[in-house]
């Protein structure tokens, strides 16, 4: 994925903050409190029109076994998110940027998260071009029709569920239709997800027949020619009756990458077309769900190419409710279907692991809400029948004042066997705990 380089980020901060200091200075000599944040969003939104928000994190985690391919620390990071926006009258401009250091690495956070610039061209259109994250679908940490990057190793490692979702470097135009409302993604640069290479989770290699991590860490051949590795998407919805129906699709790359170049071993990102439709609504008392999709793997139609992932078949089904006061759940069933399943499986080299024609998935998530709802606790389950693997998010939050929140939880594997989607990350099991602070 392309993306900002790290002096860039850098610099851009300095800049603003620089444009601001003297202000801010001036004003202490002048008797008045000395500096704070408070001050510093006040004199950015007097002076510029700039409105600041942001946060300053830390976080920790460990692993509850040994993983002799993987350090212990799972997680061990301090973070500064600014979220800077001004209004321009005819237009909005936003820039979200981290900075921090990440100690399982080693190395310095310096991510551009956001830098767009929104605008209505005609009354009944939107647009908004630059690095963004984008979203859409109906499931609940279950992605169909949702081809946007996502960040697994975040996922996975107990930073905050807003880092699963990438950004992506991005037009997005929105036109709004009596008869319905569509929504066009264009990225000239394909834009992939942050799978797990074995540079912080240990996963099941099928290149070594074993688990591997730090030990045999994947490369990737890079998409990157402007324009020829672009992307496209499109979502066309209507409100019917208060039922949200949506058609979706997609043209572009698997988001992870999911071939293999046997000349170089190098992971290769094959093209992908998707389509699919859902619906969601009020049902029962609570919210409804369905959503469909087919993955059309362009460079294995056939499916005879054991390099390449097939063509699939999706679905999901949920239903979120109240269960009780401050207690709410959710449930949903998700099927992936292997299409040309006899090709697959007689393209598989000799000690392959075999993937089930039907991968079924049951999720399960409660919420609930105590101390006058400043404690959230919650529980995301994943259970799968046919790879008899599961994986648990246990969550506590605490919001301790306007500003302050902690929150603790864990990231919990198991699995029959090494090779299945959560099986293979049971080494990885782990918890975490962080502190944050919003200003």
Sequence with gaps: MSSYSPNQSIGLLLVLLCCVLPQTITAAENGEPDFTIA?????????????????IEARTGFRLQNDPYEKDASLAEARLQLDLARDLGWGLAKVKADLGHDLVTDEMIAE????????????????????????????????????????????????????????????????????????????????????IDGSRISYWNNVLGRTAGRDYVFADEERNRVF????????????????????????????????????????????????????RGTLLGGIGNLEAGYYDSLDDQG???????????????????????????????????ITNYDEYRAALTPGTPQADEYRHLLTMRLTKLMLN???????????????????????????????????????????????????????????YAGARYNF
């Design 373 to 431: 709802q400043n404690l959230r606790l919650s529980l995301f389950a994943y259970y799968s029948p046919s790879d008899k693997d599961t994986y648990l998010r246990p969550k506590a939050h605490y919001k301790v004042s306007d500003h302050w929140a902690i929150e603790a939880g864990g990231n919990l594997f198991a699995g029959s066997d090494d090779h299945t989607f959560f099986g293979q990350f049971d080494r990885n099991t782990n918890i």
């Design 228 to 279: 020829s590795d672009c992307e496209l998407a499109a979502r066309l919805y209507k409100n019917i009756d208060g039922m949200e129906a949506a058609l979706y699709g997609y043209y572009g790359f698997w988001k992870t990458p999911e071939g293999l170049d046997p000349g170089s071993m190098r992971l290769i990102y094959p093209r992908l077309a998707a389509y699919g439709a859902s619906l």
């Design 112 to 195: 551009l998260r956001e830098m767009n610039l929104s605008f209505s061209p005609l009354d009944n259109a939107d647009v908004k071009v630059g690095r963004q994250v984008l979203t859409w679908g109906t499931g609940d940490l279950l992605f169909i029709n949702d081809l946007f990057p996502k960040d697994w190793e975040s996922f996975f490692s107990g930073r905050d569920d807003e880092y699963l979702k990438a950004p992506s470097d991005a037009v997005k135009t929105s036109f709004f239709f009596e008869a319905a409302n569509l929504d066009l993604v264009y990225v000239p640069e394909f834009n992939n997800s942050n799978y």
């Design 39 to 55: 001050k510093l969003q006040n004199s950015l939104l007097d002076h510029y029109n700039l409105e600041l928000a942001g946060f």
């Design 303 to 337: 499916g005879d190419n054991a390099l390449i992932r097939n063509s699939e078949f999706r679905f999901l089904a949920g239903y979120e409710r109240e269960l009780a006061d401050n207690l709410t759940g959710g449930f949903q069933y998700y099927l992936e279907v």
